[in-house]
């Protein structure tokens, strides 16, 4: 990067080797890739120059911010039991398409998701997430079965990581239609409608009881109910 430069006079051998480390600190989600290096060395007297431009292939992953979800998991203690094997289902919506974006809405949702995802994971839970973002390579919305593997954990992160077009971004209502068996409803979801809720009590069946947390603004707080979800709000601000 042009904003970190180190300095350092030091004497290197033919057989020895120099390894430096740089702390970063990421402040937003993505995935950059580094190309190329440049490499500068000077003679003892400053005299001669030696340069050389090496080509690499290297990504960083920046993951999803973590937030607090200990707010979910209280309110849905009780729900988990209802299901054997306690197996949960997230669904996470990330459309916002519209004049006035919504990124901060947008980021919780995502944030939500990824911590929530790897709290479950952590207590052993089996938990599987789907999402309205076109997978390329499967050809259909990203989805992964409910499961205790951490490599779907990795591929989420990875998959949560990227920038996407917007074309990439699929009808969240056709996500709601996916049900796997004995599982629970967690959605993520901002966008919220009567036709959504009913959609998601289809989900809960008559027996389950689901979760959906909206994010939302502090002047913006929707008024919804169901017999069939817990909502929880989330207050964000840009």
């Not at 740089?22 to 003679?43: H, T």
């Not at 979800?69 to 054997?84: C, G, P, Q, R, Y």
């Not at 593997?149 to 920038?163: H, V």
């Not at 009881?209 to 008024?223: A, D, M, T, Y």
């Amino acid at each position: 990067s042009d904003y970190i430069y180190k300095r350092d006079i030091y004497a290197l051998m033919g057989t020895r080797r120099i390894t430096r480390s740089i702390s970063v600190s990421c402040k937003k989600r993505g995935v950059y890739a580094i190309e190329d290096v440049s490499l500068f060395a000077y003679s003892l007297m400053f005299d001669q120059t030696y340069h050389k431009e090496l080509q690499t292939d290297t990504q960083l992953y920046v993951y999803a911010k973590r937030t607090n979800v200990e707010d979910i998991l209280k309110a849905s203690a009780n729900t988990f039991t209802s299901v054997k094997n306690g197996r949960i289902m997230i669904y996470l919506d990330v459309e916002d398409k519209g004049t006035l974006k919504k990124e901060g809405l947008k980021e919780e949702a995502i944030s939500v998701a990824a911590s929530l995802y790897q709290k479950l994971l952590e207590k052993g839970v089996e938990v599987g997430i789907c999402i309205n973002l076109y997978d390329e390579k499967k050809e259909k919305n990203f989805y992964l079965s409910p499961s205790r593997s951490k490599s779907n954990w990795i591929e989420l992160e990875q998959t949560l990581a990227m920038e996407w077009k917007e074309d990439f971004e699929s009808d969240f209502e056709k996500v709601l239609e996916i049900a796997p068996g004995d599982t629970i409803p967690v959605i993520i979801s901002k966008n919220i409608s009567s036709h959504r809720i009913q959609l998601g009590e289809m989900l809960c069946g008559e027996k389950t009881k689901g979760i959906w947390v909206i994010p939302h603004e502090p002047e913006e707080e929707p008024s919804v109910y169901s017999d069939s979800f817990l909502f929880i709000k989330r207050e964000v601000y840009e």
